[in-house]
Each structure stands twice: as C-alpha cells, then as structure tokens.
C-alpha cells in the first residue's frame, strides 16, 4: 500500500509547513477558489485549461515587437524572443561565464561532502538555492529574470534548483505535470550547462513546438480520483500516453550538445527529457532552475498538492 495516495496524509504536512503556502492566498482569492490552503488542489478546481500568457494567445513574432522593452535586448535575442511562439524555448550561448560554472560545480562537491546535500529521486540534487549564497544569487540575476519576465509579462519567483553530475536519463515529460499553475502556462524553466555536453555523456533533449499541445492534465491519462485518495494510475501511465502522443504529432526531436554556461530556457508545456548515457564514466555536469509567475495559483497536479514556496 503506497500511503502517499491518501490525501490526508498530505494535508498533515501542509499543516505543518503552513507558512509556505501563504503564498497562493492572493491568488486563490484572485480566481475564486473557496478551499483552504492546505487542503489538495487540482485542474479539477479549475473553469478552463487555457494558457492566458500573452505570448502564448499569438505569435510572439508580432507581439512581442509590440511590448515595452523588447528593445532593451540585443539584437540576437530579439530574434529568439521572436521565435518563442513556434520553437517553445529559446538558446543563449555562453551566458554562464566558467569561473561561475566552476564555483557552482565546487559549491555543490562541498555541498555533498558536508552532507547538506543528497540525491532524492535517483539522481537530483534538489533545492541547492537554499544552501548556497551563491546559487540562490544566480536564481535571481537579473541576466535570467529579465528575460524570464518579458517572456511571462509577470515578475517570477524561483521555485526550486536541480543539480545533475550525470545526465538525468528522463523519459519525456513536461514539466507542467509536476509544477502546475493557475491559469496554465506560468511556469518557465532555465536549463544550465556546467560542462560541456556531448552525444555519449546524456544530453537533454526536446521536441520543438510540442509546447502547443493540450496540456495533459490528471483527468486525462488517470482515474479513480476520490476527495480522499489521488487516482489509480502512476507517474509511467503518463509518460506512456505522452510519448505516444508525441509520436503520433510527428514532432521532430533535437539533442542540446550544450558548451559549458550555454542556457537553455523553456516553455512549461515543452515536452523535453533526458538521452541515454552511452558513456557511464562521464559525468553531465547541469543545473534547472524552474521560476513561478508570482500572482498565479502554484500547485503540483500530478500529486493534488500546493507547492511550498517561501518568498
């Protein structure tokens, strides 16, 4: 028996770390949502399952020349900003200088060697940005949020980090199924490359312009839901149904053969993962930084639960 499937179980801990969930009460108010804060939270709460971010609802080719401050950015950025719409991520080369790249990748070794840092989830090292000056200080530098900003038209909010030594090995997946919000579309992830990536060591991959399928959300690959219990499928099920939607959407996928301090920044609905590792002696060295808008409900919809989030 997985006890993790009862809700109430859930609300306990929520209970218990109830401060952090303050940040959703705005937001809850917001877009009608009459539950407490620490009681569970899905699309199922929800009127619609509608991206409302402003370059989602057109083509960033043209709205995006049309917005305050898209001129602040270079010229070659420009042109990846205008490409958001039809690529669902974007590529900025070298933005990480090494020295940075080095000092993180000691920063997480000392880390580890101290015992304040451990693998959860096989191979992630989660939530860095809490132990480290250094790290949080790249989760809000303004080289990232600014651009992170326009792309979203709200102020965002690290949520959590990801430290990787080897490649992830990830089955496609999308990354609003585990951080989900309220309207959809709210979430943007910042990938970092903290050592050159190649074909033998797991480079990231992803489908370019599978952004724009429907969100697949709990009811559409799980069932059995009650008020008590979360639905009978697991976290597979819908990776199975997504691969084979992707597959029969013909979309074509790409590899990021990343040189170190290259940043891949993606949509929350990209269907992305990580290749097999044919070398396992190598290491691929990584770090995903996944941001919030800072008004919009933040919840995680595969598990029902708020996210936990101290601003």
Sequence with gaps: ??????????????????KALQHNKAAYS??????????????????????????????????????????????????KIKDWSANGYLILE?????????????????????GKLSFTYGNKLMFANKKSPLIKGITLSPALTTLLQFLLDKEVVPFQTINF????????????????????????????ALEDVTPDNGPLFYYPGSHKLPYLLNNDFNEGSTPLRLGKKDYP???????????TQHYTRKEF??????????????????????NKTLTRKSMVIHYYAKDVIKYH????RPSLLEE
């Design 1 to 18: 028996m997985n006890l993790k499937q009862f809700k109430p179980l859930h609300w306990i801990y929520n209970l218990l770390h109830y």
């Design 30 to 79: 917001k877009y009608g949502i009459h539950k407490p804060l620490m009681a569970s939270i899905s699309s199922k709460d929800f009127p619609d399952k509608e991206s409302r971010a402003w370059l989602d609802t057109g083509d960033s080719a043209v709205l995006a020349l049309q917005k305050e401050g898209f001129r602040q950015f270079q010229p070659a950025v420009q042109q």
């Design 94 to 114: 070298q933005l990480i200088d090494t020295a940075t790249c080095d000092a993180v990748n000691r920063e997480i070794d000392q880390l580890q060697e101290k």
């Design 165 to 192: 030594i080897q490649g992830s090995g990830q089955r496609a997946h999308s990354d609003s199924i585990h951080m989900t919000t309220y309207p959809l579309g709210y979430l943007i992830a910042v990938w970092i």
């Design 237 to 247: 099920d819908y990776e199975d149904m997504l691969e084979e939607l992707v597959a």
């Design 257 to 278: 053969l990343a040189k170190k301090g290259d940043v891949l920044i993606w949509h929350a609905n990209l269907v992305h993962g990580g290749a097999p590792i044919l």
């Design 301 to 304: 919809e595969i598990t029902e």
